[in-house]
């Protein structure tokens, strides 16, 4: 039988380093991946004959003028809400949608803008250890 002893980071195994290191890997193959940063938009259908929603982003608080607005993805008609996954943590964006169908495209809606936080790190793993002679 293994007899393992942990101490915050440090593990110590008292049969073959490889045997420790195949225990090591076992356990931290099931430790939770860090979530990546993203932003969810929702907004309000108020049409009846749209066929699709542009949802446009730019890269600054919604009080700047500086950045330019680019579409970011289009979504089809009846669809409320959208995930923006290509976000960068500590950075501020400020969104905007508008309706089109084959006449054109509506007046935009209001602006919504977020600074994405922080997220914590995700765990170190394939942790090794060897014994010296």
């Known amino acids: 039988m293994m ?18 290191l195949l225990l090591l890997v076992g356990l ?3 430790a939770p991946d860090a979530q990546a ?15 699709a929603f ?25 669809v409320v809400t959208f ?12 969104y905007r949608v508008d309706a089109r169908n084959t006449a054109g495209k509506s007046g935009y809606s209001n602006t919504a803008g977020i600074t994405i936080n922080f997220t914590i790190p995700a765990a170190p793993s394939l942790l090794g250890v060897t014994q010296e002679p």
Do not use: H
């Not at 007899?3 to 420790?20: E, G």
């Not at 940063?37 to 066929?51: G, K, R």
């Not at 982003?57 to 289009?74: D, F, I, M, Y």
């Not at 995930?83 to 400020?94: I, M, T, W």
């Open 83 to 94: 995930k923006d996954l290509a976000v960068v943590e500590g950075a501020s964006y400020c």
């Open 3 to 20: 007899k393992m002893r942990r101490s915050w980071f440090r593990v110590r195994c008292q049969l073959l380093a490889a045997s420790c």
């Open 37 to 51: 940063a993203s932003a969810t938009l929702t907004w309000q259908d108020n049409s009846a004959n749209e066929t």
């Open 54 to 78: 542009d949802i446009e982003r730019k890269s600054e608080a919604c009080a700047g003028t500086a950045a330019p607005w680019a579409v970011l993805s289009t979504v089809a008609a009846n």
């Open 28 to 30: 931290l193959a099931f």
